[in-house]
């Protein structure tokens, strides 16, 4: 059965069961395993990812089934699932293990996945959906988190934080511990130094990728590409960031076409653009129709899932996808 975030964090208490936790939004995702790891603190967690479970999946089940895990409460933690699980839900589905709880995490799961599907219809299982958050949300959390800490900050400052995090919860979660510790014994967060805190080399070089990219500068791409040394686990980071814009982007450009004044367009988009940011927009709004921003929006859905699948070709694959798609309509 789905069972919606906010559901879940009803719960007074946790009994044992099977959770699929599904979706692009990792930090949300991370964010209720760690509720469910609260809830079972006695228990010991055995981690594995798809491909590490499955080399030892007959062991596993073995152990399961004779109970020789310590004779212990357990946490079953399987990352990066795919339909492939399927037969190991199948196969646990009628029986009965006791003191055993199993989380099984993934990206996007498409309404069509056996995985899902089992899950959704059958319920005895928990699935739990997690999407993007907007900016609105991740404003809300920024703001709660400033407010609760008792420090005085602008709302210019948490646009531009929650603006450096690329719309990414687990990022913006851990740009907020940081300014805790630097916090301590002041009352009040300059702009300066959030730009100091949050200015990660790596990130900045990812967001001038994508931004060049949605803005079709083709020389800036490739001089961006070949400055920096991404690496594979780098990908997913630089798609997500391609998503988070090209959603803001589409918002913008609908915008646009109705009341055809790309100044008022930019100047009244909630939350508020950034004024540094407001020359590459206006390039971006001007570059990319509305049509071709919603076809980039699925392609770069669909890229996430074939980089998932080709982890060792990912980099390949994404600078193809990259080129291919950054280019003027005469190049």
């Known amino acids: 059965m789905i ?22 939004n990792e930090g949300y995702q991370n964010e209720i395993q760690s509720k469910i790891l609260e809830f079972k603190k ?11 479970f499955f080399e030892n999946y007959n062991t596993i089940l073995s152990e399961l089934y004779n109970k020789s895990f310590f004779e212990t ?4 933690l399987i990352s990066r699932v795919t339909d492939k699980t399927s037969q190991f839900i199948y196969e646990i589905l009628d029986k009965e293990l006791e003191d055993t709880t199993i989380i099984l995490k993934a990206g996007i799961l498409e309404k069509k996945s056996k995985l899902r599907s089992i899950f959704e219809k059958n319920k005895s299982l928990i699935c739990i959906p997690f999407y993007n958050d907007d900016q609105k949300t991740l404003i809300s959390l920024a703001s709660n988190f400033f407010r609760e800490s008792n420090i005085s900050v602008s709302f210019e400052l948490i646009n ?28 009040v967060i300059t702009l300066k130094d959030i730009f100091l ?15 060049n990219c949605l803005s079709k500068n083709q020389k800036k ?3 961006i590409i070949n400055e920096n040394n991404y690496n594979n686990e780098d ?10 814009k090209l959603k803001r982007l589409k918002i913008l450009r609908a915008d646009f076409d109705k009341n055809h004044d790309l100044e008022g367009t930019i100047a009244n988009h909630k939350p508020p653009i950034f004024w540094k940011d407001k020359p590459m927009v ?13 076809n980039l929006i699925i392609k770069m859905s669909n890229l996430e899932l074939l980089i998932k699948e080709n982890s060792s070709n990912s980099l390949n694959i994404l600078y193809d996808f990259i080129l291919g798609n950054c280019r003027e309509p005469n190049n």
């Open 197 to 211: 805190l949050t200015n990660l080399t790596e990130n900045i070089n990812v967001s001038e990728l994508v931004d």
């Open 73 to 76: 409460e357990k946490i079953i």
């Open 282 to 294: 206006t390039q971006q709004i001007r570059k990319r129709g509305l049509k071709e921003i919603n």
């Open 3 to 24: 069972l919606k975030t906010y559901e879940f964090l009803k719960k007074k208490k946790l009994t044992d069961s099977v959770y699929l936790l599904f979706g692009d």
């Open 42 to 52: 006695e228990a010991k967690i055995f981690r594995y990812d798809e491909k590490e």
């Open 235 to 244: 990908c997913i980071l630089i798609t997500r960031t391609f998503l988070s």
């Open 160 to 187: 531009a934080l929650v603006e450096r995090c690329n719309g990414n919860r687990g990022y913006l979660e851990n740009e907020l511990k940081k300014i805790k510790l630097y916090s301590e014994g002041k009352k």
């Open 221 to 223: 791409i490739i001089k």
